[in-house]
C-alpha cells in the first residue's frame, strides 16, 4: 500500500529556533493535513492544505506555523520560532479526494524543543 | 461542546476472547466516526468508518464497530483477538460535513495476553 513519508523522524531544537517538518504525501492525493500529538494527550488538528490554499486550521496554527507545497510533492510545516510546548509528535496525511473520508498518515517526526 | 471520549487508557484482553475499546462523542447533527489504528513507529492507518447506513461497520482486521446513536457511542469491537492487535486505537469524528479535518480522542492502549 503507498505510503506518507516524514522526515526526519526525529528532530531536536532550541527554544526560539526554526524548524521545517517534511513530508512527501501519496502522490495522487490532493488533500494533505497536518496533526501533532503532545505526549499522553490527543491528536490535535493543525491545518488542512487544498489546492495549494490552506482550507481550515485550529487555533493551535497561529502566526509562527506555515505550510508549503513547494514542489509538487513535498508539503512542509514550517515552525517560525519554537517554543517549548511546541514539543510534540507531529503527524502528516493525506487523502486522495473530498468525498473518501480515509486519512493515510506518516510515522511522525518527534519535535523536542529544549 | 462537541467531543469525542474514549473512556479507557488502557485494556487488557487474554488472546481468544472478544475484545471492545470504547468511544462516545458529543456533537449535534450527525457525525461521521472512525476508528485508526497506530502501530509502534508506524503512522495512524485506517480500521473503518461510519458515515450512514447499517450501525454495524465491518473494517480491516476482523475488526467491527456499531454506532448506537440514543448512547452516543462508536464501540470497536472484535470477536477473537489477536497478539498482534496490541497497539494503540483512536475513535475519531468529523462533525461538520464541508469540514475536512478529523477530532480524535486520546486513544486507547490495547494490549493482547498470550
Not at chain 1, 29 to 49: A, C, D, N, P, T
Amino acid at each position: 500500500e503507498p505510503e506518507v513519508t516524514q522526515t526526519p523522524s526525529h528532530q531536536v531544537t532550541q527554544m526560539g529556533q526554526e524548524v521545517i517538518l517534511r513530508c512527501v504525501p501519496i502522490s495522487n492525493h490532493l488533500y494533505f493535513y497536518w496533526y501533532r500529538q503532545i505526549l499522553g494527550q490527543k491528536v490535535e488538528f493543525l491545518v488542512s492544505f487544498y489546492n495549494n490554499e490552506i482550507s481550515e486550521k485550529s487555533e493551535i496554527f497561529d502566526d509562527q506555523f506555515s505550510v508549503e507545497r513547494p514542489d509538487g510533492s513535498n508539503f512542509t510545516l514550517k515552525i517560525r520560532s519554537t517554543k517549548l510546548e511546541d514539543s510534540a509528535m507531529y503527524f502528516c496525511a493525506s487523502k486522495s479526494v473530498a468525498w473518501v473520508e480515509k486519512l493515510f498518515f506518516g510515522s511522525g517526526t518527534q519535535l523536542s524543543v529544549l | 461542546a462537541q467531543s469525542v471520549a474514549q473512556p479507557e487508557d488502557q485494556v487488557n484482553v487474554a488472546e481468544g476472547n472478544p475484545l471492545t475499546v470504547k468511544c462516545t462523542y458529543s456533537v449535534s447533527g450527525n457525525p461521521y466516526l472512525f476508528w485508526y489504528v497506530q502501530y509502534p513507529n508506524r503512522g495512524l492507518q485506517f480500521l473503518l468508518k461510519y458515515i450512514t447506513g447499517d450501525n454495524l461497520v465491518k473494517g480491516s482486521y476482523g475488526f467491527e464497530a456499531e454506532f448506537n446513536k440514543s448512547q452516543t457511542s462508536f464501540h470497536l469491537k472484535k470477536p477473537s483477538a489477536l497478539v498482534s492487535d496490541s497497539a494503540l486505537y483512536f475513535c475519531a469524528v468529523r462533525f461538520q460535513t464541508g469540514a475536512n479535518n478529523l477530532f480524535f480522542g486520546t486513544g486507547t492502549r490495547l494490549t493482547v495476553i498470550p
